[in-house]
């Protein structure tokens, strides 16, 4: 049955994911890599002494607000941009002062940037003819192509025939066609509404997988960093922040500033107040007489002023006290709610003021939900849920 | 909220149109008059447009001036473009507001000032002057209309156009010719159009620049004027406001729907 060969490919490709690690592994050689590159716009420093590696294989995500220098990065490898200073390699040659024609990467532009004069099929096949491929090659690898992102009875039509998800499939299709060594993706989905964009990651997961090629995408969007990736780097002002597995930029943040970029995050004031191998114990202005535990090492001393971190979805609400209300607990009323139907968020207001959000599934279809508006409530969470950032 | 058209509104479009159309309706009105006296009318004739195709003093200028347009609107064209690409692209290279000043200066100079001084050159350097002095200083005064319609499209010309050319292989040469020419290809023709009317009808310029045995329509028309107006002239400007009229209207409509287009995928692309 057709249907059981699927699901052994998506097990196949799951195994693959699983075990994909190359970073872990001193011995691999990475395929791109970024030595103390710095870029300069006149007196904007976009790009500050950054080195970066990224192995073949890899789905690599840039993430960061605008103007973070993602983009740069990505056009530096593209040949679009000169580094002012630094290296920069691809599969172990240099690639400073290679023009971008003789480069072998490929862009996914955040406009599509198709050639409105030419067919869809012109279009894909515009890269191969560059390179003086035979007539009968050109025309297997487009038909590939086209069968590859579905747009196969589309060949004939222009671009401004096709609607915009079809347009972001032939500008892939058109960087897909000469099988570079990396495809660059800037900005790839932004262009479409949230229900296309969610299809299309995963499309572009299984493409990836497919082809066995590289890809760098750029994005603002930490979702789709974090669905796509299997490393993210957060950037900000021109540095690498934190580059990790999408689930380690989530749940052991490196920084505050990473915390409150990817998700969303209640952050307390606390100092540590003891420490042993794999617990921290704090106390937090905002929650007076708690005290607050967390599994995790910390480098900081006892003492010192610490950022305790805790997402939303691992918090509980409710109106009863749980079994030792003195520790990772806070009380407050609810300031408002937020009913997204598969979420409530609520608000809690603590009694120095300070307001905290706590997400509760809804997993029971009711009208009236039991925590109103000005209700106390304990809010309570695990030891291995919050999370200990020193800056 | 419609709004009805006022007393107002339409008194000053008659008085406007009137003003701006009257003086042409008249002449083309009378270069069908049979009668020889431009001022009497004594009915329908075509019998001026017979007698102008045999007038070969006439026939020799319109042929002399057709080949001085063409001409010029090709080679303005080319140098019009290159200027515009210089403007627009070229970021901010050494002394770039002084040529983008330098460019538009003729588009308000007096023809006056400008025929002379090309006169003033083409004495200091000795050339005999006749078709070709013509034709060099209608170049050099069609050429910055050319650079302001088609600078104008370049300035809304995506460039990862050209970047996605760079990027899939193409030399930045032949990416100009592939990818850039032919977006940009419907200013680069009413360019040409334009600067074929402004040759097309330029009498001072001319008779500054122009020599023995080179004697343009609004040249030669404008001499006999001088002896007398004949219907046998308004015949010639008849068919010289069609020619013009056609060039500039075609020229629009391009450029309109051009620009209708670019709307109309930017619609789609909007929809999704």
């Known amino acids: ?391 | 909220m419609r709004k009805g058209l006022s007393w107002f509104n339409v008194t000053s479009i008659v008085l406007g149109f009137t003003f701006l159309y009257l003086p042409i309706l008249l002449l083309v009105i009378y270069s069908f008059n049979a009668s020889r006296m431009v001022t009497v009318w004594a009915g329908f004739s075509t019998h001026w447009y017979v007698q102008l195709f045999q007038n070969q003093q006439l026939l020799d200028a319109a042929w002399v001036t057709l080949r001085v347009a063409f001409i010029t609107a090709s080679v303005a064209t080319v140098l019009g473009t290159l200027g515009a690409i210089a403007l627009t692209r070229y970021g901010r290279f050494y002394g770039r507001t002084l040529f983008s000043g330098m460019i538009y200066a003729p588009l308000v100079m007096p023809e006056v000032i400008t025929g002379l001084s090309l006169l003033l050159l083409f004495v200091a350097v000795d050339i005999d002057r006749g078709f070709w002095t013509i034709t060099l200083a209608h170049i050099t005064f069609t050429m910055c209309f050319v650079s302001v319609v088609v600078q104008s499209r370049l300035v809304t010309f995506d460039r990862s156009l050209e970047e996605a050319a760079l990027d899939l292989g193409c030399t930045p040469f032949k990416t100009f010719f592939v990818i850039t020419l032919p977006i940009i290809l419907p200013a680069v023709v009413s360019g040409w159009m334009l600067a074929f009317t402004l040759s097309l009808d330029d009498l001072v310029i001319a008779s500054f620049t122009t020599g023995p045995g080179a004697t343009t329509l609004p040249m030669r028309i404008y001499s006999q004027v001088r002896l007398g107006v004949t219907p046998e002239i308004n015949a010639a400007c008849t068919i010289l406001i069609a020619i013009v009229t056609v060039v500039v209207i075609v020229a629009s409509v391009m450029t309109k729907r051009q620009e209708m287009e670019r709307q109309k995928a930017e619609r789609l692309a909007a929809a999704g």
């Open chain 1, 1 to 391: 049955m057709s249907t059981g060969v699927a699901d052994k490919t998506q097990k196949t490709i799951g195994g693959i994911r699983r075990k994909f690690a190359p970073w872990t592994d001193p011995q691999a050689t990475p395929l791109i890599r970024y030595q103390n590159v710095t870029k300069r716009f006149g007196e904007f420093v976009a790009i500050d002494n950054l080195s970066l590696d990224i192995y073949e294989r890899e789905f690599f995500a840039l993430l960061g607000p605008s103007g973070c220098g993602k983009t740069t990065l990505m056009r530096m490898l593209a040949g679009f941009e000169e580094p002012t200073s630094g290296q920069i390699t691809l599969a172990g040659q240099d690639l400073v002062g290679t023009p971008p024609y003789k480069r072998q990467t490929n862009m996914m532009f955040q406009s599509y940037a198709l050639f409105p004069h030419m067919s869809v099929w012109d279009n894909i096949a515009f890269g191969l003819r560059q390179d003086r491929m035979d007539k009968d090659a050109v025309a297997n690898r487009v038909e590939e192509m086209l069968k590859l992102v579905k747009l196969s009875q589309f060949a004939k039509r222009k671009p401004h025939q096709l609607s915009g998800g079809q347009r972001q499939r032939v500008a892939l299709a058109r960087s897909l066609a000469k099988r570079p060594k990396v495809l660059l993706l800037d900005e790839p989905l932004g262009a479409l509404d949230k229900k296309l964009r969610e299809e299309t990651q995963f499309e572009l997961m299984d493409i990836q997988m497919e082809l066995g090629m590289t890809f760098l995408i750029v994005t603002h969007d930490q979702e789709e960093a974090m669905t796509v990736a299997d490393r993210i780097a957060v950037m900000n002002h021109g540095k690498l922040v934190q580059v990790s597995p999408p689930a380690v930029i989530y749940e052991q943040p490196a920084s505050r500033y990473v915390a409150e970029f990817v998700g969303d995050v209640n952050i307390l004031d606390a100092v540590i107040e003891a420490k042993v191998p794999g617990l921290v114990t704090l106390r937090a202005e905002a929650a007076p007489g708690m005290s607050f535990r967390v599994a995790q090492d910390c480098e900081t001393q006892v003492g010192d002023t610490v950022a305790l971190a805790f997402r939303p979805e691992k918090l509980r609400v409710e109106l009863d006290p749980p079994a030792d209300p003195t520790v990772n607990c806070l009380t407050g009323t609810i300031w408002d709610i937020g009913y997204l139907g598969d979420l409530s968020i609520y608000h809690v207001e603590l009694a120095n003021g300070q307001r905290i959000k706590a997400a509760k599934p809804n997993l029971t279809r009711m009208v009236e939900r039991p925590i109103t508006w000005e209700d106390k409530v304990y809010v309570s969470f695990a030891p291995d849920a919050g999370v200990v950032l020193k800056s």
